[in-house]
């Protein structure tokens, strides 16, 4: 979505990227002022309440200015940047050239990602107004880091008298780009949990830090602080009267926003217009778990992802297949139950940058080879932060698997536009009755949640125990698949 403001300069303004968003949130800049761009180059990384996206730019020209820093959240519609083109551009990337020309060339190409670090040769830039040219004690290198260390231009020393010379300062460190380099997940990651990326150490390939390396930040111990003398008195404690400063070391603010949210709308809102209830019920899966291993050595399902949610998802979709009534929804404007004659099963995936709920279209005409396929992209590209708005659109019915954090099970909330959600709790050995004995079986809980406005006590029952009959006796999926 662009706006002409004269015959030179164009406004890009902030797309809906997703059906109905009403804002995103700039989370980075791949250009900035002086840069040329090109029809289709990607100019930034924005946030929405579904996903990050990638904005590409629709012509070519030379950025003449970013209207909002990186972190800001704008309305869709509002211009974000502002380019010249045509005549415009030419005469914007004169001064820059002059520029660039004085400026040292990186020997060598650095290892950078995509977005981030410093370009060799297409990306030009004017200089800074009221930029001054470094003394002649900072080295070049020395005010590129203090620019990327978040300080600006460093400011010009005062007169000093001279001094004797000082020993041979030790090499600066190699500067490899703007910041950092990380993936936008892991930056997500650092910010939420309050860690520099300066300070990171990283592990990845080309310098590049990854999760691990956040988290290891996280848990790295503090410097240990000397003690003092024994001699000195302590300090009095605060009379109750006396004011006292406010901690800011004992808590974080997170501010709300993007994926979180929107899930804590949604949640809200569903929670409190469809009334819900949850059935439960304890099944004896080990056959399943049998069949699993089974498959894993199978060639069709050879890199394929292999796993009991598969075989729950499947179960579901039987469930469905029988109980067809459950796959609906709610229209409460036109007073009406929508029966769904497709299934898009949603996968509640936790991800660095909140709780998602992708899902996948049209599961119910797949193959169990063609589901685990789509399980297992719909796991990795919401790992790597990557879900595209349209995938989180649209879902019919959803599964929670909270038994990978060893949790027995719990009482799902509804997806809004949608009537039931099933809850896979832990699959553990237990002790379990099985033909008059008492033997070691693997056990799981299920937990369906429905909308008891359109699923009542009968259909939901219908469903959770043909999903806990397939489990037991995975036979079942080829008789009444």
Known sequence: MTTMTDSSVREFKMPDVGEGLTEAEILKWYVQPGDTVTDGQVVCEVETAKAAVELPIPYDGVVRELHFP?????DVGTSIIAVAVGDGAAAAEEPVQEAVAEEPKPEGRQPVLVGYGVSTSST????RKGAQAPAAAQTPSAAIQAELNGHGPAAPAAPAAPAAPAAPAAPAAPVTGDRPLAKPPVRKLAKDLGVDLATVVPSGPDGIITREDVHAAVAAPEPAQTAAPRSEPAAPAPSPSAPTSYDTTRETRIPVKGVRKATAA???GSAFTAPHVTEFVTVDVTRTMKLVEELKQDKEYTGLRVNPLLLIAKALLVAIKRNPDINASWDEAAQEIVVKHYVNLGIAAATPRGLIVPNIKDAHAQ??????GSLGELVSTAREGKTSPAAMQGGTVTITNVGVFGVDTGTPILNPGESAI???GAIKLQPWVHKGKVKPRQVTTLALSFDHRLV????GSKVLADVAAVLEQPKRLISWA
Request: zero cysteines; proline letters at 8%; hydrophobic letters at 45%.
């Open 70 to 74: 990186e972190g800001t959240t704008v």
């Open 124 to 127: 030009k830039r004017r200089p």
């Open 266 to 268: 949604a949640m809200v």
């Open 367 to 372: 193959t169990l080879p063609q589901l685990a």
């Open 422 to 424: 099933l809850a896979v």
């Open 456 to 459: 009542d006590g009968e259909l």
